[in-house]
């Protein structure tokens, strides 16, 4: 099956700093890569998402690229805030597209 | 609408009750989704069901016991749990498979 690993497990920095989080899946038949933030206590949320079919895409602060043939796709944050500190999760869709394996999480801490 | 509700948000039971968490969504969804969530894991998808018909269930033990009752609802029944079934458990639902998932906020539960 899909195996999705995330790294770094942990990420500090600086308000107004970027950061960059990064993914590498197994199944080269997969085609589908969502971002969740997950704040404490609370539900992961959407934040980005990406198709196969595409190499990069951006919504305001935030970025993922994907390179199908190295396996690996990336989410960048740029000029993070407080705010931004949540963990933050990958995921893979199998190539069905009836289930989506998660990396292990980031947790990201800005500091003010 | 785009919410998926989960009821109820906290449940404290003991190892001989049987209880159930109920999951709602007016989206029109067609799939649904069971994960069990540990803290500071990823979560670790259960149970799928796609039109109604569950179609992927992940080598889940059989006190915890799915059951979809029409497109809009989805339960799972839970029957002498051991305390390391204690978790959060996600409720997703998305218009197909490989679309994006919309998270419920999670029922939080404790096996005492």
């Known amino acids: 099956g899909e195996n999705v690993e995330q790294h770094p497990s942990t990420l500090s920095v600086q308000e107004g700093d970027s950061a960059v989080i990064k993914c590498t899946y197994s199944?080269?038949?997969?085609?589908?890569f969502p971002w969740y933030k997950q704040e404490l206590g609370k539900r992961p949320q959407l934040i980005i998402d990406?198709?196969?079919?595409?190499g990069e895409k951006k919504d305001q602060r935030i970025a993922v690229t994907l390179n199908k043939t190295a396996k690996h796709f990336s989410l960048h944050i740029t000029e993070t805030q407080p705010e931004d500190s949540a963990v933050y999760f990958c995921?893979?869709?199998?190539?069905?597209?009836?289930?989506?394996?998660f990396g292990g999480g980031t947790r990201l801490m800005v500091k003010p | 609408d785009t919410e998926v509700t989960q009821t109820p948000k906290h449940l404290v039971m003991g190892m001989t009750n049987k209880k159930s968490l109920k999951c709602e969504q007016h989206?029109?969804?067609?799939?649904m989704y069971w994960y069990k969530q540990k803290a500071k894991k990823p979560p670790e998808l259960m149970f799928v069901?796609?039109?109604?018909?569950?179609?992927i269930n992940e080598s889940v033990p059989s006190r915890f016991s799915p059951e979809c009752p029409n497109s809009s609802l989805l339960n799972l029944h839970l029957h002498a749990l051991q305390p390391e079934d204690s978790a959060l458990y996600l409720c997703?639902?998305?218009?197909?498979?490989?679309?994006?998932?919309?998270f419920g906020q999670g029922t939080r539960l404790t096996v005492v």
């Open positions: 995921a893979a869709s199998n190539n069905a597209g009836n289930m989506l394996t």
């Open positions: 990406i198709r196969s079919n595409v």
């Open positions: 997703a639902s998305s218009q197909d498979f490989g679309l994006v998932a919309f």
């Open positions: 069901y796609s039109y109604e018909k569950l179609s």
């Open positions: 989206m029109g969804h067609r799939a």
């Open positions: 199944d080269s038949a997969s085609n589908y």
